[in-house]
């Protein structure tokens, strides 16, 4: 079959085939769990190679309407639950509570956290976390490196990277749970007040590893956030690297006006 046209543009024939199984996703013909029809059957149906076939399933997988597994087929992705991850999750009020940041947003969104503790202990500290702590790539720094879920889901993983001459007098930065308020709350504790946290994000396609770890489709995108935890002093106490699961936030930040 030719391909159509839409404003003079040619439109390949994969693209109508993945648009029009979208339309169907999005209308409820296809549901969420439902199996993806097979390559034979639409090879029939819209009378096309298995290769065009091919190529407009790769696309409802980068849309992320759809999900892969290997000896079962695509299904029709449910539609996630989205957390707002809110500028206000660094509240000193939740963690005077006991509520670490990422407990507090998700227990606000209704859902229900929980934390796999992947590593504690020293290491090198790499490039990027190595320039914003203001010291030299391969010191010794602590490193936090913990797998987030919400209601059984995995979310986002983390890797928080503490100057080791910081950490060192912090006992509790080396304990699985460090306590109520989270590692912020001992930073304090310990005197190292934080008047504010600065955040770069970035959009990407997940590598393999990272879909493996969040349990993603091949080639579902990423929000990969990475954060300074800066004290009264101008210090960096803290660099989170953290990569979330793109389709389940939504970045919510409340912006002051004045200088």
């Not at 929980?114 to 990027?128: F, M």
């Amino acid at each position: 079959m030719r391909s159509e046209t839409t404003r003079g543009v040619s439109v390949p024939r994969y693209v109508q085939i993945a648009d029009d199984l979208a339309q169907q996703i999005r209308t409820g013909i296809l549901k969420a769990g439902e199996l993806l029809p097979s390559e034979t059957d639409l090879v029939g149906r819209y009378g096309v190679s298995g290769g065009t076939v091919r190529k407009a399933v790769a696309e409802l997988r980068t849309s992320d309407l759809i999900e892969t597994h290997h000896g079962r087929g695509s299904f029709v992705k449910a539609k996630p639950p989205v957390k707002r991850k809110s500028s206000d999750r660094f509240r000193r009020s939740h963690r005077k509570a006991g509520k670490a940041a990422y407990i507090a947003e998700t227990e606000q969104a209704g859902g229900v956290p929980s934390v796999n503790v992947l590593y504690i202990g020293p290491t090198e500290a790499p490039a990027d976390a190595a320039d914003r702590l203001g010291v030299t790539v391969g010191d010794q720094v602590l490193e936090r490196r913990r797998l987030y879920f919400t209601d059984g889901v995995p979310t986002e993983v983390a890797s928080s990277y503490l100057p080791w001459d910081v950490a060192k007098d912090i006992p509790e930065l080396f304990a699985e749970n460090p306590g109520g308020g989270g590692i912020y709350a001992r930073l304090e504790e310990h005197g190292h007040i934080l008047a504010e946290y600065t955040e770069t994000v970035v959009a990407r396609l997940a590598s393999k590893q990272e879909t493996s770890l969040l349990g993603l489709s091949p080639g579902a995108p990423v929000l990969h956030l990475v954060r300074n935890a800066v004290t009264d002093e101008g210090r960096v106490v803290e660099v989170c690297d953290t990569l979330m699961a793109a389709d389940k936030f939504v970045l919510d930040y409340r912006i002051p006006a004045g200088d």
